[in-house]
């Protein structure tokens, strides 16, 4: 399906003077009354492949380039990205995707293509942030095969994982209770909670984790609970180089190491003491 | 990137690529589920039967199962699939209905296999069908590995018959309840 070049600038005022006559129905996505634009025209645009629909993906990787074509989604990857440099000016806002898109050459209405909360730009940061770590914990990894480094011992690994994701948060960390209390808008909940579980899965993955009963669950839920908790620490921290937080993540990382060899020791003398009944029983019986 | 050439580096990333995630994932997890129920419901009828005549034969049944089981966990983690949340649910319903059924006597415990494993066959040729529909060569492996477990379901739901299942009392009401309940099992265990 080859599709006609849309010039960024055209579409952006089309898209905003689409986005002002969309405000009303501020339910909707600003980018799905835009895309059906799009798609109304004869040669049209390329239409969305992954399986969300019309939203653009925050849990996987954007487009592909081809050639010279650049898809929609990818321009606003592109803004979103250049607003992050004015996140802790303007925090997140309109304000700050407008200048991001002002470096890009574009026009201030580039904002208009996007909610005035700033959910985008939130979710855009949180999916790039996994991503670093993402590809943080793979270079480990690859590192591990190669032999030129040390497997870690769980509770390090988990502990820097962690620390490694929250120090992405370190340059926007004053505007983060604002990013925060959004990602909790019930029309964002979905959207942060897939990539908040997603990360957590990446995390136990490249820890090594192989469960596959009950305990899968176990662990994810317990390590959401470290990483919520250490994140709501740092924001309040005010130690240097947010040495405080990084000692409460060592806590609570070793309470759960704790827990679950208690729970491990709990489970074996549980059995022992069955093996013992049952032995005891037999005797009994003869 | 030197030695590069000797060490094949495994990326734990290399079975994800260009797969239909979301099919994947609910093909492992239900199969997943599935024989871990089926273990289960052939440790039930162990508890009950295991020092009887039958005792090898299911125990031999029981040992294949486990084979099962260990194959899906392998996939589970390389595919990184999320196994269902009812696992804790099958532990305890699988041995419930094999001990039930084996109380009936040997003939209930050979119907209960046999109506199990004919909806584990059916289950399987479904999979089956859908991973062709979709792309045989993309899963190949994942469709030998399908169809050699889904024989080996239709050899115990054959040991079954040899060994009178039918002639359990009331054994088509029996056969029916069970196979509405794989059924369910199966809904389920896609799901959640």
């Known amino acids: 399906l080859r599709c006609q070049h849309y010039p960024p600038l055209r579409a952006l005022q089309a898209s905003a003077a689409l986005s002002r006559v969309s405000d009303e129905h501020k339910k909707e996505p600003l980018t799905s009354p835009s895309q059906q634009q799009f798609d109304s025209h004869p040669d049209g645009h390329q239409p969305k492949q992954e399986p969300q629909g019309p939203r653009p993906s925050y849990t996987g990787q954007g487009g592909q380039e081809s050639e010279d074509y650049e898809s929609e989604e990818q321009l606003q990857h592109r803004i979103l990205t250049a607003a992050l440099e004015f996140v802790p000016e303007h925090g997140w806002t309109a304000e700050a995707i407008a200048e991001g898109a002002k470096t890009l050459g574009l026009s201030v209405a580039a904002a208009g293509l996007f909610h005035s909360d700033g959910s985008e730009l939130i979710l855009h940061f949180v999916s790039e942030c996994n ?151 037999v005797t009994v019986s003869n | 990137p030197g030695g590069g050439a000797a060490l094949r580096l495994r990326s734990t990333r290399a079975p994800l690529e260009g797969i239909n995630k979301p099919v994947i994932d609910r093909v492992i997890r239900v199969d997943h589920a599935g024989e871990y129920g089926a273990n289960r419901i052939y440790a039930g009828q162990m508890a009950v039967l295991g020092r009887s005549s039958v005792g090898p034969v299911i125990r031999q049944m029981w040992n294949q199962e486990k084979t099962h089981l260990k194959k899906f966990n392998e996939l589970m983690v390389a595919y990184r699939v999320r196994p269902t949340v009812l696992l804790p649910f099958w532990n305890i319903a699988g041995f419930v209905l094999g001990a039930g059924t084996a109380l009936l006597g040997k003939k209930g415990a050979m119907a209960c296999t046999v109506a199990v494993e004919e909806s584990i066959s059916d289950h399987y040729n479904n999979q089956i069908r859908t991973l062709m529909e979709e792309d045989p060569e993309k899963y190949k492996e994942l469709l030998q590995i399908i169809k050699q477990f889904r024989d080996e379901e239709l050899e115990h739901h054959d040991i079954g018959i040899e060994h009178d299942a039918e002639a359990t009392p009331a054994y088509s009401v029996l056969k029916t309840a069970i196979q509405l309940g794989c059924k369910a099992a199966i809904f389920l265990s896609e799901r959640i």
């Not at chain 1, 192989?210 to 130690?239: K, P």
């Open chain 1, 131 to 281: 991503t670093k770590l993402s590809e943080l914990l793979e270079q480990e990894q690859k590192l591990v095969q190669l032999g030129e480094a040390e497997k870690k011992p769980t509770d390090e690994f988990l502990r820097n994982a962690v620390e490694a994701r929250l120090r992405m948060l370190i340059p926007y960390i004053e505007k983060w209770p604002q990013a925060l209390s959004i990602l909790l808008l019930p029309r964002n909940i979905p959207s942060s909670l897939s990539l908040l579980t997603s990360m957590i899965d990446d995390i136990w993955h490249y820890a090594g984790d192989q469960s596959t009963d009950f305990n899968w669950y176990t662990r994810r839920a317990v390590l959401t609970g470290i990483y919520n908790t250490t994140e709501l620490v740092m924001l309040q921290d005010s130690s240097p180089d947010f040495e405080d937080t990084w000692r409460f993540l060592e806590n609570r990382v070793a309470d759960a190491m704790t827990m679950s060899n208690t729970a491990s020791q709990v489970q074996s003398t549980g059995e022992a003491v069955v093996q013992g009944l049952m032995g005891a029983a």
